[in-house]
Nanobody, 125 residues
Framework: QVQLVESGGGLVQAGGSLRLSCAAS????????FGWYRQVPGKQRELVAT???????HYADFVKGRFTISRDNAKNTVSLQMNSLEPEDTAVYYC???????????????????WGPGTQVTVSP
């Protein structure tokens, strides 16, 4: 079993900063990559940033130059440093992990995506 939990959300004024973190735990063999997504009511969930061993980092155009994604492989965590926040950044932010697990009893390998429950980010004008 794998669990992802986000933290660091909150209320900030426009122009301020927040740092989101996500910790993965469970029967993890390896983590290929992480992604941050966000969603507002009535709209689809959208990609914010990704980081992986195979592809490096990728950012959505609307956050490029303002947000930075990073990971700590030893701690199985990923962070999103958000600077110059705008009211349009208000959303629930979700952590996604591309994670491989191994069932040692059966020697079966499973690579799958996992999601955290989300953390609210609110940016006031």
């Amino acid at each position: 079993q794998v669990q992802l939990v986000e933290s660091g959300g909150g209320l900030v004024q426009a122009g301020g900063s927040l740092r989101l973190s996500c910790a993965a735990s469970g029967t993890i063999a390896s983590i290929n990559g992480f992604g941050w997504y966000r969603q507002v009511p009535g709209k689809q969930r959208e990609l914010v940033a990704t980081i992986s061993s195979s592809s490096g980092t990728h950012y959505a155009d609307f956050v490029k130059g303002r947000f930075t994604i990073s990971r700590d492989n030893a701690k199985n965590t990923v962070s999103l440093q958000m600077n110059s926040l705008e009211p349009e950044d208000t959303a629930v932010y979700y952590c996604n992990g591309d994670i491989t697990t191994i069932n040692h009893a059966t020697s079966r390998i499973l690579r799958s995506d996992y999601w955290g429950p989300g953390t609210q980010v609110t940016v006031s004008p």
